[in-house]
């Protein structure tokens, strides 16, 4: 058993007020952005590109985009949930140190991919599991990864030159931290509380507890 690994998954979370700011280590993210490209993709297609976004006024025109989204949200909520959702921070764009953005090429390998014949979005599956190895390779250096949700894509795509046909999936805040929380943001501030994994478990059939 690799304890390393499972510590490294246990201790990963998603971070927002941590970043310290401070300059990345050029060798550190090459190694993380290996990682990432390591992941397994449907029919080989590597279907991920990584934009990684230093540019202080991009950063701060997606900032100020991502908080008229957090207002959106907010305007939808009820009294009560809105009071819990003003004590979470959903962007740390500004704090860290570089944003790494992930984008899907669907045409990639196109157009026989082997095995997204029967199910379209294992190429969108495909390049979540590159964003799950890059969050977990930062975790191993020490590093914060916070995933910025709260954009259109749209306006992403715009703002970085990104080809029409490829997808931003995700606008990752990358860099060193103070610390990592010991309890996840959302669990902590009452958001949501973590379910238990035997609830998440069936057997054979769903409904029919293991």
Same mark, same amino acid.
């Given at each position: 058993? *690799?304890?390393?690994?499972? *510590?490294?998954?246990?201790?990963? !979370?998603?971070?927002?007020?941590? =970043?310290?700011?401070? /300059?990345?280590?050029?060798?550190?993210?090459?190694?993380?952005? %290996?990682?990432?490209?390591?992941?397994?993709?449907?029919?080989?297609?590597?279907? #991920?590109?990584?934009?990684?976004?230093? *540019?202080?006024?991009? !950063?701060?025109? =997606?900032?100020?985009?991502?908080?008229?989204?957090?207002?959106?949200?907010?305007?939808? @909520?009820?009294?009560?949930?809105?009071?819990? =959702?003003?004590?979470?921070?959903?962007?740390?764009?500004?704090?860290?140190?570089?944003?790494?953005?992930?984008?899907?090429? /669907?045409?990639?390998?196109?157009?026989?991919? @082997?095995?997204?014949?029967?199910?379209? *979005?294992?190429?969108?599956?495909?390049?979540?599991?590159?964003?799950?190895? @890059? #969050?977990?390779?930062?975790?191993?250096?020490?590093? %914060?990864? $916070? #995933?910025?949700? =709260?954009?259109?894509? /749209?306006?992403?795509?715009?703002?970085? $030159?990104?080809?029409?046909?490829?997808?931003?999936?995700?606008?990752?805040?990358?860099?060193?931290?103070?610390?990592?929380?010991?309890? /996840?943001? @959302?669990?902590?501030? %009452? #958001?949501?509380?973590?379910?238990?994994?035997?609830?998440?478990?069936?057997?054979?059939?769903?409904?029919?507890?293991?």
């Amino acid at each position: 058993m *690799d304890a390393d690994l499972y *510590d490294v998954i246990h201790r990963r !979370r998603d971070v927002r007020r941590e =970043f310290t700011g401070a /300059p990345v280590d050029a060798a550190a993210l090459e190694r993380v952005l %290996g990682a990432a490209h390591a992941a397994p993709s449907v029919g080989m297609t590597q279907p #991920w590109d990584f934009v990684l976004v230093r *540019d202080t006024a991009l !950063r701060t025109r =997606f900032q100020a985009h991502v908080a008229a989204e957090r207002e959106t949200f907010d305007a939808e @909520l009820d009294a009560e949930r809105a009071t819990v =959702f003003s004590r979470i921070s959903v962007e740390g764009v500004l704090g860290a140190s570089l944003g790494v953005v992930v984008t899907y090429d /669907p045409t990639r390998g196109a157009p026989a991919v @082997l095995g997204r014949h029967a199910i379209a *979005d294992t190429g969108l599956y495909s390049t979540c599991l590159a964003v799950q190895n @890059l #969050w977990l390779a930062a975790t191993a250096e020490g590093w %914060g990864v $916070g #995933w910025v949700s =709260f954009y259109r894509e /749209p306006f992403l795509r715009e703002l970085l $030159g990104i080809p029409e046909h490829v997808r931003p999936v995700a606008w990752l805040c990358v860099g060193p931290v103070t610390a990592l929380q010991e309890v /996840p943001d @959302l669990e902590r501030h %009452g #958001w949501r509380a973590r379910r238990p994994l035997a609830e998440s478990v069936h057997a054979d059939r769903w409904g029919v507890r293991a």
